[in-house]
């Protein structure tokens, strides 16, 4: 009952209502990237999402024009001198992820669920299908998130994401909501510029 129709209708009722209250955000970014670096304020890039339905996830725009394509941020050689000035704050305080409250307006994703794997993250996906990850709708936030961000393994990840899948309901969800509050403002499993090569970075712009 709760993940077929109550939590969509709260995904439906704070997406709404975050967009209204962070307009004002909203305008103050466009702003600052528009200033920082001319190009497109969006970033627009292929995701899985529930069932593995293909969907387009936005971002605000971190990087530079001339950032080679299709290419993950960790795989660039100095993928700082493509990080723009405030793409750097941006990415830091995670407030690049504000346009996505637009894909759980229109249901693309939920505000807490495992984060959406990058089309060619192929290794995720089939991990993620062993354990029925992907037939959940993916989220802005989720357990993952809050235990390591772009630290953790694809193995780890997975292994929160089945935690998650198993502990499913309103309680959980709250606790993951209160808890990427902290985790935001600690700026916890940020790891900009590359990782350990056995470790997966989520924020890659291809």
Same mark, same amino acid.
């Given at each position: 009952m709760y993940v077929n129709c109550f939590k969509r209708i709260m995904d439906l009722i704070l997406s709404s209502l975050?967009?209204?209250?962070?307009?004002p955000v909203?305008?103050?970014?466009? +702003?600052?990237?528009?200033?920082d670096n001319?190009?497109?304020?969006?970033?627009?890039?292929?995701?899985?999402?529930?069932?593995?339905?293909?969907?387009?996830?936005?971002?605000?725009r971190t990087m530079k024009t001339t950032t !080679?394509?299709?290419? !993950?941020?960790? +795989?660039?050689e100095n993928p700082q001198q493509y990080i723009t000035k405030v793409g750097a704050f941006l990415r830091k305080t995670s407030l690049d992820e504000l346009p996505q409250i637009f894909n759980i307006l229109i249901g693309d994703m939920s505000?807490?669920?495992?984060?959406p794997a990058l089309w060619n993250q192929f290794d995720l996906i089939e991990l993620r299908d062993t354990y029925g990850v992907n037939n959940i709708r993916p989220g802005l936030t989720g357990w993952a998130q809050i235990n390591g961000r772009d630290e953790l393994s694809i193995e780890e990840?997975?292994?929160y994401d089945v935690e998650y899948l198993e502990n499913l309901s309103f309680g959980f969800d709250i606790k993951c909501f209160f808890a990427t509050i902290f985790s935001v403002l600690k700026s916890?499993?940020?790891v900009e510029g590359g990782i350990v090569e056995s470790k997966e970075k989520e924020k890659a712009e291809v």
């Open positions: 975050a967009i209204i209250i962070l307009s909203f305008l103050i970014v466009i +702003l600052a990237i528009k200033i001319p190009g497109p304020v969006f970033f627009v890039q292929e995701r899985i999402g529930k069932n593995k339905k293909h969907f387009n996830i936005y971002k605000f !080679p394509k299709d290419t !993950p941020t960790h +795989l660039l505000i807490v669920g495992p984060r990840k997975v292994r916890d499993g940020v």
